[in-house]
């Protein structure tokens, strides 16, 4: 069944209902900006507005933890082609590791899956949009997204070791963490890094044995 999101702040979870993340101002490249809260049941932030959160390197994380296996259901949408977002899974509190910079946790402990047409910043496959961000070992598909300005559907699912991506239906990419040190934690969160992307209907189901 779907996980309920309980409200506050910024991510829509159905046509009214509001997500709630924890609202974090954290530093990444040394540039903080204003974050405003964007309410709307057709999705979070308007292409070419100004009605999005703006913090360089935010991770908005749910405020609760994840099941152990779970699939998570979202929409995106770019307001440029080089727009550079991500959805983070599995890693832990972002207050465990004494980090000054807490956006940097997820990223060294959990994984992002990419919101990157340009694949910044060399272009590699690893690096763009439906890849689980620069890991080598992925069996990695390049699928297209749709046009900028319009809402974008990933579906991202877990089990055990295992992370399997599909964009807009089609699977983009299987990976398989043997790494002790990462994807061992229970949250999930999204990454405000640069330009504007917008999330809306965020739903979370818990995948049974």
């Not at 949408?77 to 207050?95: I, M």
């Not at 300005?149 to 398989?176: A, K």
């Amino acid at each position: 069944m779907d996980r309920d999101w309980h409200e506050r702040c910024l991510f829509a979870r159905g046509a009214t209902d509001i997500a709630d993340f924890d609202r974090r101002r954290v530093v990444f490249g040394n540039v903080v900006r204003t974050a405003n809260t964007a309410r709307s049941g057709r999705g979070c932030g308007t292409p070419g507005g100004r009605r999005h959160a703006r913090l360089e390197g935010l991770v908005r994380r749910h405020a609760e933890p994840t099941p152990a296996d779970f699939e998570l259901v979202l929409q995106w949408r770019q307001n440029a082609a080089d727009d550079n977002s991500g959805v983070f899974v599995r890693f832990p509190d972002l207050d465990s590791k004494g980090y000054n910079n807490t956006a940097f946790v997820a990223a060294h402990f959990g994984y992002e899956v990419q919101i990157d047409n340009t694949g910044h910043p060399d272009g590699e496959p690893r690096h763009t949009t439906g890849a689980i961000y620069d890991m080598p070992d992925q069996q990695f598909s390049l699928v297209t997204p749709r046009a900028v300005g319009e809402w974008n559907e990933y579906r991202i699912r877990v089990v055990g070791d295992l992370y399997e991506v599909f964009l807009n239906g089609t699977q983009t990419t299987r990976f398989e963490n043997h790494d002790a040190e990462r994807g061992r934690g229970t949250f999930i969160g999204i990454q405000t890094h640069t330009g504007n992307v917008s999330f809306r209907e965020i739903r979370l189901r818990r995948l049974l044995e």
